[in-house]
């Protein structure tokens, strides 16, 4: 074998029908690390691809008369070493090269590092994804909580903790918004109504203040089922309350507190009667929110002057 061809950069071969050596170059030995020639290709492959050699590469060849790029492993000292390998027949002879591909497998192993890399990457970056909208999720619930909370504190701030009704900072915030309203249009006229219960001292001393409360908590109930959207009633007191009529018919206002009075003393209490003495006016140009409360109190005071249980217009 002449100089170039043994120092071919890839490894050559001449193999007879009984699939024994007849030549190498010097890079085929240096691939298998021999220093001789092997007598048999079965001596340099490993038992898989022996069999595969024998099931798949002679019937080919015989056919064929040529295989290309075939893959075995060659037993090389203590490791298999992947090849490619090229094989035609020519004078009753074969000839044959081989290319290690360690350099694939490297490559290949390098894809698989990689894949797993990029796998085990996209489960955290997933872990992650899912913990963030845990995250996201207890932020919003927390942010509902706090708006909850929030609510519940203004309603604290707004109603009265024992009648639930609205409380006397609510009332007079908007006994001067209705003033306003009406100073700028007359047709947003209102009235106002107050009134308190009637002998509710007595009831106290008599029945005891758990009784008297719950006369607080029934009056109540029966002013927001009586009175409603857009009129606003408030307790601002102890037994006293108002109501603010958002409806510029006086008259209409004088009868809705009539109408009123009578339903509560009409009702049925748990063996105490119950009245109440009322007053009521309405805005006039110029009104300050003194003097609408001012004679809607003088009102109610002469109500119960003139006996008790009844309406008293100014």
Request: charged share 25%; glycine share 4%.
């Given at each position: 074998m002449d100089e170039q061809m043994d120092l071919l950069p890839c490894g050559y071969f001449v193999l007879t029908s009984e699939w024994e050596f007849v030549e190498m170059n010097k890079t085929m030995r240096e691939i298998l690390r021999?220093?001789?020639?092997?007598?048999?290709?079965?001596?340099?492959?490993?038992?898989p691809s022996?069999?595969?050699?024998?099931?798949?590469?002679?019937?080919?060849?015989?056919?064929?008369?040529?295989?290309?790029?075939?893959?075995?492993n060659f037993k090389v000292v203590n490791r298999t070493?992947?090849?490619?390998?090229?094989?035609?027949?020519?004078?009753?002879?074969?000839?044959?090269?081989?290319?290690?591909?360690?350099v694939r497998d490297e490559y290949e192993n390098q894809l698989l590092k990689s894949k797993k890399e990029a796998e085990k990457i996209q489960q955290q970056t997933d872990e992650a994804y899912n913990k963030l909208l845990g995250l996201l999720e207890e932020v919003e619930y927390k942010q509902q909580q706090l708006q909850d909370l929030n609510g519940e504190l203004q309603e604290l701030a707004t109603r009265d903790e024992l009648t639930g009704l609205y409380n006397r900072r609510v009332f007079r915030r908007?006994?001067?918004?209705?003033?306003?309203?009406?100073e700028l249009f007359m047709t947003r006229s209102f009235s106002?109504?107050?009134?308190?219960?009637?002998?509710?001292?007595?009831?106290?001393?008599?029945?005891?203040?758990?009784?008297?409360?719950?006369?607080?908590?029934?009056?109540?109930?029966?002013?927001?089922?009586?009175?409603?959207?857009?009129?606003?009633?408030?307790?601002?007191?102890?037994?006293?309350?108002?109501?603010?009529?958002?409806?510029?018919?006086?008259?209409?206002?004088?009868?809705?507190?009539?109408?009123?009075?009578?339903?509560?003393?009409k009702s049925e209490w748990n063996s105490i009667g119950i009245t109440v003495s009322m007053g009521i006016t309405n805005f006039r140009k110029g009104?300050?929110?003194?003097?609408?409360?001012?004679?809607?109190?003088?009102?109610?005071?002469?109500?119960?002057r003139n006996g008790r249980n009844c309406l008293t217009r100014i």
């Open positions: 021999l220093d001789k020639m092997p007598r048999h290709m079965h001596d340099v492959l490993t038992v022996k069999v595969y050699f024998q099931t798949y590469f002679v019937p080919s060849i015989s056919m064929h008369q040529e295989i290309r790029e075939m893959y075995l070493l992947p090849v490619l390998m090229n094989v035609s027949k020519r004078n009753g002879l074969y000839e044959g090269i081989v290319v290690p591909i360690t908007n006994l001067d918004a209705a003033i306003n309203r009406a106002l109504l107050m009134f308190d219960i009637d002998h509710f001292k007595t009831v106290n001393d008599t029945h005891g203040h758990l009784v008297g409360d719950d006369v607080l908590r029934e009056v109540a109930r029966k002013l927001e089922y009586k009175i409603y959207s857009p009129h606003l009633v408030a307790r601002i007191g102890g037994e006293e309350f108002a109501v603010l009529f958002d409806d510029p018919n006086h008259q209409k206002n004088c009868e809705r507190a009539e109408e009123l009075r009578c339903y509560i003393e009104d300050q929110s003194s003097h609408i409360y001012g004679r809607a109190d003088d009102a109610q005071y002469a109500s119960k």
